[in-house]
């Protein structure tokens, strides 16, 4: 019996070659993310060795990853002064203060040397740092030199010795590049600068106050020796970790943020496969369906039912095999690519090749067991073919009634529904996330399931153009795609899935987009706005010299910063903004305010966002106290505000946070403008470009475009989404594609019939053209239309996050519309010219 | 065995008129080299207007191939075919198609229709692949001849064997076509139901003024036609006009005796 399962495949390779596909695309992309993930992370791990190579380091106790690259020491701080007294400990090498902030560099062709996602930042080159690794030139000897990390140099096009511009806190300055620096490890496209320590640390420890301290320790001093020596001498409020503890918490940050994202796309692949399923199932549920005959004459001559059963699944275990062995090659090519595209974009990645056995391991498992399961229905069905059936001519397949999956489809679409609902109905619980999931996840299966009930309905009303104008191409059309609800529902599902997902995706896009739009048109009246890119900060002297304009009536930034919040016993880290009060009422109109907001600013006083009070039980009147670097200040809550764009939960006036963290520690990454009535909005819109043009990074937008920037990053995550569900997509066309094939085999009969009664070729081409333009638009249909049920309670759920309008995206919904009319006719391609190049004798001859 | 044909005054008319169909040095060959089969091997023969003609012979014999070629469904090897004066063997596929549209009508032994449509969607398929429009008259005309009216809107499932093949019938001739060719047809329906098809093809040819050509392998099929030829290892051996079920048999059982080299009606290349 394996003999001939086994023969069977071969005769009929080309069969099976799109499951095959099927399953190696779902199996590529599983293995690509697990094997991705290893590259990151062994990427990140060099990375961290390379630049925490220390044994000991003295810091602020709760510092946490967001601030590796932010301005200086916030929530406290350890003064450069303690160097001395540490160093000075037995067994220690060197103590080196940890000084970096964020810098511009501009390179050979007067643009900035940055790599998307990748900081640009200056660090101090201390010469007994031994982490420096290796220098080619000299030593940074003032504010005027600099060395620049090698592939630094090499992406800005500048060679040593030549001068270009630093950015650093707002300031331009002319600097040489007197050296190149190597490090030990990959830096994934960071653009590093290394410039005099005194004058780093003037920049970003003015206040002689850092995060962190780290210690070297000379040889043969194990690491638990030196701390416990440090913290002896250590200054108070600091605390002493070991190398290793501090590595670790540092890869533990790293891969906490990677499984976000590997989680992201794990589920992207289970989605490829769970539509691999699907397109299998389909396979073999066609080819028992013709070999049912053989199957019947295996029985006949005394074949069990349980050796039937085993042919199919042996077959299936093939392909299962055959294609996770291509996937698990095409995901790895597909990792390999990701890096060379990297490589290019001047990001080098870990040149370890991320081959492992678990990967493998996993990748053949994952697609053969997708492969057996989606086989054993069909396979059940041919193990119980009566053996009579073998003497009949014509071989009776009986459809069982729709009935039962009809109800369970409905059962389950009702669930869904009812749990989406509830998610909406109570938001704040803590459940709206698993319900919102459980129930998109019960309206997908359930509307997949209730699919063969529903289609012809559906498909008889989109066939009713085509029925009307192509004639009789498109009663014979529409005939064909119904006669098999349930195979049409199945070949149509792998696109429903998708679609539904990217129904949500442009729902929750476009809401998030126009709440956005109303909230910036409500609460904000400005006519230009200054935007940099947190850790890029628009500098006070930039806001002064603005303020200066002819032209400009006032000019307000929205400067914060990182403190510790003590509220009782409790204590959080959390951001506080600078709020001129005279911003209230004119440039911003919040949401809402409780007790006198500007007077409390203007008197000193501190007030709160609303949610955030709700969320703790702060109240008007009680006291919190704000600890800094430069120590800890009392406030008392004196009123609640919400506004969208205020960024932080606790907002004091500006000279309140000059108090906390110095103007030049200050992180201001949204500046407004106000221009006088009368005044020429061009000739000003030029001056303000022109102070801020040497600065590289600071934008200027007027309020149109400072909403379309916004939007536009919607739209570029949106793009990712999308090119993840194009897979899903590319899977379901090839499940239409074997779809269609097979039933053109299936009836070539009656494509002979219908050839010796006239039927030409191109009318014939025709009709299989229609048929999968009706299968893969009524898949569409049904999936967005899921998609924007699921996603209309998302106003409701994120309504603290500020999507508070929900916005039906027509035009993207139609284009979806028009791809998948494109994807019909595409698919319907090869299928198309073989029927139409079957000879008509061939055809209609017997068998 | 040939017997002269006794012509009645009215056939004598109809047998002067140019035949409906015709081939000439007609040879058909599958195959190459060692695994050549000679499928036809010369037939020279007239299909007359206004009659139903039998094509019969035992398997192997030709007569499906012949009909096919005949049809313009296969291209001899060498020879022609000229079919209501249209010559069918040089047609491009194109031509070919058109032709079986309106001019040409077509049984099967089986799988005559299209599952998807209905009975009167099936009878009015020709005309509708053509985009022209239905003779309602024409159509009542013959579905009450072959007594469907009543099941004109139900779908092949729902009809017995019997009824889809005079669904067949009708649909062949609703367009009015030069000529119905019809391969065995009834040889998948009981007695009764093959004595109303083959009633009715007869009923066609001899009140609505169609031509009709059948291959079968059933003497008593046969007996409806108004002549049947006769072939035996691809070459055209006997004819005999008014035939009998009995007739029939008897000819049948005299064709074992022909060899290759002999034949009458059709020469040898």
Redesign the interface.
């Known amino acids: 019996m394996n003999r001939i399962g086994l023969r069977s495949v071969r005769a009929h390779a080309a069969r099976f070659i799109m499951s095959v596909l099927a399953v190696a695309l779902g199996v590529a992309f599983v293995t690509g993310t697990f094997a991705l993930r290893e590259m990151l992370s062994s990427t990140f791990d060099e990375l961290v060795n390379a630049s925490s190579t220390a044994d000991a380091y003295v810091r602020v106790p709760g510092e946490s990853m967001d601030d590796l690259y932010a301005v200086g020491a916030t929530t406290g701080g350890v003064p450069i002064a303690a160097t001395d007294a540490l160093a000075a400990v037995d067994g220690v090498e060197s103590v080196i203060p940890s000084v970096t902030g964020p810098a511009t560099l501009v390179g050979a062709d007067g643009t900035a040397v940055r790599s998307t996602q990748a900081p640009s930042f200056v660090m101090p080159y201390y010469p007994d740092d031994p982490g420096m690794g290796t220098l080619t030139g000299r030593i940074p000897a003032g504010p005027d030199e600099v060395v620049l990390e090698r592939h630094t140099l090499d992406s800005s096009g500048l060679a040593i010795g030549d001068t270009t511009k630093l950015v650093v806190l707002g300031h331009v300055s002319d600097v040489t590049v007197v050296g190149a620096a190597d490090f030990d490890a990959p830096m994934a496209g960071a653009t590093i600068v290394l410039a005099d320590a005194a004058t780093v640390e003037a920049a970003f420890a003015p206040t002689g106050v850092v995060s962190t301290l780290t210690v070297y320790a000379q040889d043969g001093v194990s690491e638990d020796d030196l701390v416990r020596r440090l913290a002896a001498v250590a200054p108070a409020g600091s605390e002493v970790v070991s190398g290793t503890t501090m590595r670790e918490e540092l890869k533990g940050q790293i891969s906490e943020q990677l499984g976000f994202v590997s989680t992201f796309l794990l589920v992207f692949a289970l989605l490829a496969l769970f539509v691999g399923a699907f397109i299998i199932a389909n396979t073999f549920a066609m080819s028992v369906r013709q070999r049912m005959r053989e199957f019947a004459l295996l029985r006949a001559v005394g074949a069990s039912p349980a050796q039937a059963f085993g042919s199919i699944v042996v077959q299936a275990a093939v392909i299962g095999v055959v294609g996770s062995a291509v996937g698990i090659l095409g995901g790895f090519g597909l990792v390999t690519g990701i890096g060379a595209v990297f490589e290019r974009m001047d990001m080098t990645l870990s040149n370890r090749v991320p081959l492992s056995a678990t990967t493998v391991v996993v990748g053949l498992l994952v697609g053969t067991v997708v492969s057996l399961v989606a086989a054993a229905v069909p396979a059940r069905r041919a193990a119980l073919v009566p053996p009579v059936e073998a003497m009949r001519d014509e071989v009776t397949v009986n459809e069982r009634s729709l009935h039962r999956r009809g109800w369970a489809g409905l059962v389950l679409l009702v669930a869904g529904a009812a749990s989406l609902v509830a998610a909406a109905l109570w938001p704040d619980s803590g459940q709206s996330g698993l319900l919102l999931g459980l129930g998109a996840t019960g309206l997908v299966v359930g509307v997949l399931v209730v699919g063969p009930v529903v289609v012809p309905a559906v498909v008889r009303t989109l066939a009713a153009p085509a029925v009307a104008l192509l ?2 191409v498109g ?2 059309a ?3 795609v ?2 098999n609800p349930r195979r049409t529902a199945s070949t149509a599902g792998a696109l429903t899935i998708g679609m539904a997902l990217v129904g949500a995706a442009a729902v929750l896009a476009a809401s998030t987009e126009a709440s956005v739009r109303s909230v910036v048109e409500t609460e904000f009246h400005v006519d230009y706005v200054l935007t940099a890119q947190a850790p890029d900060t628009i500098a006070p002297e930039v806001v002064d010299e603005i303020t200066g304009l002819p032209g400009v009536d006032g000019v307000y930034g929205l400067p914060r910063t990182t403190v510790t919040v003590a509220a009782g016993t409790e204590s959080t880290t959390d951001g506080v903004v600078g709020l001129d009060p005279a911003m209230l009422g004119t440039v911003m109109t919040p949401q809402k305010l409780v007790g006198p907001v500007a007077e409390v600013l203007a008197g000193g006083g501190a007030v709160v966002d609303t949610l955030t009070a709700e969320a703790r039980g702060w109240q008007i009147g009680d006291e919190i106290t704000l600890t800094s670097a430069t120590g800890a200040h009392d406030y008392t809550i004196g009123g609640l505000i919400r506004s969208a764009g205020l960024g932080a939960p606790v907002a004091v006036a500006p000279e309140q946070l000059d108090r906390l963290v110095p103007p030049a520690q200050q992180l201001d990454t949204t500046v407004s403008v106000v221009a006088a009535a009368d005044v020429d909005h061009t000739a000003l819109r030029q001056a303000i470009t022109e102070v801020v043009a040497p600065l590289y990074v600071v934008s200027v937008q007027d309020a149109d475009e400072f909403v379309d920037g916004l939007a536009a990053q919607v739209d570029q995550m949106l793009t990712i989404l999308y090119a993840l569900l194009g897979l899903s997509v590319a899977i379901a066309v090839l499940g239409i594609v074997n779809t269609l094939a097979m039933s053109v085999i299936e009836r070539t ?2 494509i ?10 191109l ?1 014939l081409a025709g009709t299989i053209t229609t048929e999968s333009v009706l299968t893969a638009v009524c898949g569409t249909a049904i999936g967005l239309a899921t998609g924007v049920a699921i996603a209309s309670v998302f106003p409701r759920l994120f309504a603290d996050e500020g999507m508070n309008t929900l916005a039906v995206p027509a035009s993207s919904l139609v284009a979806m519309l028009v791809l998948a009319v494109l994807v019909g006719v595409g698919a319907a391609v090869w299928p198309a010219v073989r029927a139409a190049r079957l000879p ?2 061939t055809a ?1 001859s ?1 068998e | 065995m040939v017997t002269t044909p006794e012509l009645d005054p009215v056939r004598a008319a109809d047998a002067l008129l140019e035949p409906i169909a015709s081939a000439r040095g007609l040879t058909k060959v599958h195959g190459s080299g060692e695994a050549e089969v000679h499928a036809l091997r010369g037939i020279d023969v007239d299909l007359a207007r206004g009659e139903l003609t039998a094509i019969m012979g035992p398997s192997g014999s030709g007569k499906s191939t012949l009909m096919h070629c005949l049809a313009g469904l296969d291209r001899p090897t060498s020879g022609t075919v000229v079919v209501d004066g249209l010559e069918v063997s040089s047609m491009s596929e194109r031509k070919l198609t058109k032709l079986r549209r309106t001019h040409v009508g077509f049984i099967f032994q089986a799988f005559n229709l299209v599952p998807t449509l209905t009975a009167a969607e099936n009878i009015t398929l020709p005309l509708d692949i053509a985009r022209r429009p239905v003779d309602r008259a024409r159509f009542d005309e013959v579905v009450e001849a072959v007594g469907l009216t009543d099941r004109l809107s139900h779908k092949p499932a729902e009809l017995s064997g019997g009824q889809q093949q005079r669904v067949a019938c009708a649909r062949a001739l609703v367009a009015r076509p030069a000529v119905v060719f019809a391969d065995e047809p009834t040889g998948n329906l009981d007695s009764h139901a093959s004595g109303e098809v083959l009633g009715f093809l007869r009923r066609s040819v001899d009140s609505l003024d169609q031509s009709v050509v059948m291959v079968t392998h059933d003497p008593r099929a046969a007996s409806y036609a108004h002549r049947v030829l006769f072939l035996a290892d691809g070459l055209l051996v006997a004819e005999l006009v008014a035939p009998t079920q009995s007739s029939v048999l008897a000819a049948l059982a005299n064709l074992d005796g022909y060899s290759r080299a002999g034949s009458l009606a059709g020469g040898q290349r």
């Open positions: 004639r009789p009663r014979l529409r005939g064909n119904v006669r009969r009656e002979g019939l219908l050839r010796a009664v006239g039927l030409g070729r009318q008509v004798l209609i017997t």
